[in-house]
């Protein structure tokens, strides 16, 4: 018997921005595998020298879909994709594709944006905001819009805790129409540099923009049904469609795997700090539910969209020291077979310190291994590498040295408002995730879907002899530094006494 989420989407059309992120094809799948939509017209970009065609083809490949492949192997067929690029004004999507969705869409699910922190501010504004204000102009065309899903970011509302769920324009010094209107009047020269400016206390251009696209819908939402999804930092899968799935190395991830290979050592963070992580399948699960609860509440006239948020809950928090003690323990537990050196991790808060610790742990040891790769006529590459890696560092300090707290009252009310089918179909119960298992899956992702290490016994012994052999090597070199420093001190020592004797 279906359940209440599937019923809604049951012969349903949807029309689905950012298809090909890490998100957007977790949620491709889970509704492919477990309703029957009728289409779903993705908005999709030719991409790195790919036509539409040939990025869709490459998804028959993609582990994501393995499982809905095996089951459903036709099931790719209903998805239409729609030529379009939301960096253009009119998202160049054509009159007569434009007039199908019009005529045909019954759930808008709005997911693409730009979200890397160091983005120009005019490409982040025009795919992030002017994007969004595009969309809710062609979603009123819409003859048979029932549901309208935003996705933006929890950390939208820069260090004001905790977050409610509710907008928050007072933070902007200006309105999205009027940053609009400056961009097209400025040009992109103009508006970057006056990106500090604009930006103020947000930490980055991708945060600011989400803000000023929360701003577009509370301003131009008017009576369509809509509702904004706020998502902490996205991390692998946890349970569907297959566990530990990681599509991306960004963010965290794109410093668990250098901290894993033994190439990143010290990291400026709060161990104590709570930091919002959530699994990509409890995102995908919660913006369904958010789709049908909107369909099914028919908002009064007047007031804004309501906003659900998901990340860690008051109950079952996470800090930065559990997440990252979690990870290294089942790195011992099933190491990859390349590492560099034996993974072990500082955090300090400090900036002062975490700079003078990123000096002798990472620079100076660069520096020498890569004076060491030009002796042999090789290519240097550790500190390009650390350059790439100190900005990862940087972009996520304010996330990982400060806790933010999230106020989720919508979230749980509307999974308290789910069936029991509806719940396990389409679980995001914060409140009941075991983190000590959920990072057991994002080891074992990494370990296969990053790292191309097979889950063998084979190649579990490899890391094992691996992780042994250097951490024998880390205790000898740590025990030679102490004792070479305990013995420079006691001559120091010795020296002053000496020099104290004979005056």
Known sequence: MASEIQEFFRNKTIFLTGATGFLGRVITEKLLRTTEVTRIYALIRPKRGLSIGERLKSWRKDPVFKELLRVKPEALERLTPIPGDCLQQDLSISASDQRILIS??????????????????????????????RMLELAKQMIHLESFVHISSAYSKYMKCPVEERFYPEHLSYSSDRILAVGELLGHDLLDEITTVLVGSFPNTCLYTKALAED?????????????????????????????????????????????????????????????????????????????????????????????????????????GTLIDSCLSQCDRIPPTRMMWYPFLLCISSGFFYQLATFFLHILPGYCLDILLRLQWRESVLMNLYERIHKNISDLAPFSNHSWHFCMDNTRELLDSLSEQDRRMYDFDMANLDWQDYFRCVMEGMRLYIAKDQPTLESYGKGLRLRNRLKIQHYVFCAFLVSTAAYVLWQLARMFIESITES
Request: hydrophobic share 45%.
């Open 104 to 133: 045909e869409v019954q759930v808008v699910i709005h997911g693409a944006g730009i979200i890397r922190p160091d983005e120009a501010l005019h490409l982040s504004l025009a795919t992030n905001v002017r994007a969004t204000r």
């Open 216 to 320: 577009v819908i509370l301003r131009e939402t008017g009576d369509l049904p809509l509702c904004v999804f706020r998502t902490g930092i996205i991390m692998s899968t946890y349970k569907e469609p297959v566990t530990g799935w990681a599509g991306h190395v960004s963010g965290p991830l794109g410093l668990l795997v250098p901290i894993l290979g033994g190439v990143v050592r010290v990291i400026q963070a709060d161990r104590r700090a709570q930091i919002a992580v959530v699994p990509a399948d409890f995102s995908a699960n919660l913006i369904l539910a958010c789709a049908w609860k909107t369909a099914e509440n028919v908002r009064q006239r007047g007031k804004p969209p309501i906003i659900y948020t998901l990340a860690p809950s008051e109950e079952n928090p996470l800090s930065c």
